[in-house]
């Protein structure tokens, strides 16, 4: 079990300085996401163009790699298009919790959350944002558990 | 070295070697396990009691006139009078076995209280309450139409008693509490607090999971009503733990969930509940889980539990002193009074972090609300990291955490 797997320069750099966070106002659609086990909170705010998310903000408080997995997943989907997302949605989810799943080239910075999945209970901490991410897409207002 | 007498001579290395796990690698490191708050380890004699009456004393109680029958029933009743001896209640009518601290405050909560509190009565807890002690009682509450109160914590996590007293008033028909503050460490009054409860007429449960490891516990003494514990948090197994209830009360209430054992006759016109405290021990009961229950108060009194209590207070100042001295450390929850149990944040690191990072050095500790989210609120943290201690803790298990603490500084640059 090597830490430096976990907590890559990316992540820590992520962590410390988070990016495209914040909260847009006006915004066209917003999630909260609660992580229970470990009392991580984030917002997600989005602006729409047609298909596209052209702009979003995340805030809130977590853990290191919630905290860094939000602000890579936000420089990642801004300016993508809804099938884009959902495909590198899948990606990351398959990345996260598949043990000797290969790691895709076009994931950019979002390889460095490869570490993640040799800490299964870290998990949940890196796909938090993303199950945010997607309720505010469905317009959802509910809080979204990963519980 | 230390001056108290009940100290003199505690051998916390042998103590260690009497718990297997505790040998045990992580992560190609030697084990520091801070986490006995969350569960205790258990010695090899209580997993020896366990396999002992597996393999050879097994079969269901009060139910046959068979030998092995006749011996699990003999050390299902031998278990009882040992927890009873063990926190001294006047007698094994008052003992009821359940399978922990939660159901016992479940099943004074749909017992006791729920046929008795009328809309509008009070039940009275504290802020540092676990999640055991605050959920059942919200569940009665809707039941009933009675309210929740709590008594506020200081910022050292004290509960006064004077403002205690001030919450009371003539519709606090229970006041539920915890001996010791899982989250914090905190001791309460709780002789005190029964005091000025009883004298307006309230009834009195404590929650004393995080209390009966650690200090003597007397019950006849504290003049409680209700005394509810885990056996898992005292080196016994999962799965069992005790209701101790005053007679009088416990014969009036009636019974919470029914079925075998519990029941004198069964016709479908009618049935005769069983005396106590079968009454409320319906099937068969955890018979395994109390021979370990009984195993493990011999071990506490082979150890001492006033010896015990020497040794962790030692260690919780020892240890208190030795993480001030980390930079950007805080200690939540700082009472004069405490059980050997260290919460804290580390600055710029969250604890979850922290516990990866612990836990790659070997080290277990506890990390976040530690089923007390009020707590956590009233701080205003969303999580701590929780060191906590027991008889086989050592000195060299603070400094394992001291140094891996320092590695998470280094992680996060």
Redesign the interface.
């Known amino acids: ?1 090597d ?2 797997d ?2 890559r320069d990316v992540i ?1 750099d992520h962590n410390k300085t988070p990016r495209l966070f914040g909260r847009l106002e006006p915004a066209d659609s917003s999630a909260d996401g609660h992580n229970p ?5 984030l917002h997600v705010t989005l602006r729409l163009d047609g298909d596209r998310v052209s702009d979003l903000r995340f805030d809130g ?5 919630s905290v860094a997995s939000a602000s890579l997943m936000c420089e990642a989907v801004k300016g993508k298009r809804r099938s884009e997302i959902t495909h590198l949605f899948n990606e990351v989810h398959e990345v996260l919790t598949k043990h000797d799943a290969p790691v895709p080239d076009d994931l950019g910075k979002l390889a460095a959350l490869s570490g993640v999945r040799e ?1 299964p ?2 998990v949940k ?1 890196a796909s938090l944002c993303w199950h945010t991410l997607n309720a505010a897409l469905e317009r959802s207002h509910e809080p979204v558990k990963t519980e | 070295m230390n001056a108290d007498p009940a100290y003199t001579g505690y051998d916390a290395q042998r103590v260690w070697h009497d718990f297997p796990i505790l040998a045990r690698q992580i992560h190609g490191r030697p084990l520091a396990f801070l986490d006995s708050a969350a569960s205790s380890q258990r010695p090899a004699s209580v997993i020896a009691a366990v396999d002992d009456y597996e393999k050879l004393h097994h079969a269901n109680v009060h139910r046959g006139v068979h030998l092995l029958s006749q011996e699990a029933t003999q050390m299902f009743k031998h278990a009882r009078e040992r927890v009873r001896e063990f926190v001294n209640a006047a007698s094994t009518r008052e003992v009821i076995f359940t399978r922990g601290t939660t159901e016992s405050i479940n099943l004074v909560a749909q017992s006791y209280a729920r046929p008795r509190l009328q809309r509008g009565d009070e039940i009275l807890l504290t802020g540092l309450e676990h999640h055991a002690n605050i959920v059942p009682w919200q569940l009665v509450a809707g039941q009933t139409g009675a309210v929740v109160k709590a008594v506020p914590i200081d910022r050292r996590g004290v509960v006064d008693l004077a403002d205690f007293a001030a919450h009371l008033n003539e519709r606090t028909r229970i006041v539920a509490c915890a001996h010791v503050s899982n989250a914090l460490g905190t001791v309460l009054p709780v002789r005190e607090i029964i005091r000025l409860a009883h004298a307006r007429g309230a009834v009195v449960l404590i929650d004393g999971a995080q209390a009966v490891p650690h200090q003597r516990v007397d019950l006849q003494a504290l003049d409680c009503d209700f005394y509810a514990f885990s056996a898992h948090k005292m080196y016994g197994p999962t799965g069992i733990g005790a209701l101790i209830g005053r007679e009088s009360l416990l014969e009036a209430m009636p019974p919470w969930q029914g079925g075998g054992d519990m029941i004198l006759t069964v016709s479908f016109e009618q049935t005769t509940f069983n005396v106590l405290p079968f009454k409320f021990e319906a099937g068969t009961p955890n018979i395994s889980g109390a021979v370990g229950m009984a195993a493990a108060i011999d071990y506490i009194d082979s150890l001492g539990l006033d010896r015990i209590h020497a040794h962790e207070q030692r260690l919780l100042k020892l240890a208190t002193r030795k993480l001030e001295a980390v930079p950007g450390l805080t200690i939540i929850g700082t009472a004069p009074d405490k059980a050997a149990v260290i919460s804290f944040t580390l600055d710029g690191i969250h604890p979850h972090d922290l516990g990866t990072i612990l836990d790659s050095e070997g080290v277990a500790v506890r990390t976040g609300h530690h089923c007390a989210m009020p707590v956590m609120e009233f701080f205003g943290v969303p999580a701590t990291a929780r060191a906590s201690f027991a008889c086989y803790s050592r000195e060299s298990d603070i400094d394992a955490l001291v140094a891996a603490l320092a590695r998470a500084r280094e992680v996060f640059g």
């Open positions: 079990m830490l430096k976990l907590y820590l086990l470990c009392g991580d909170r408080k977590g853990c290191a790699i800490f209970v870290r901490c």
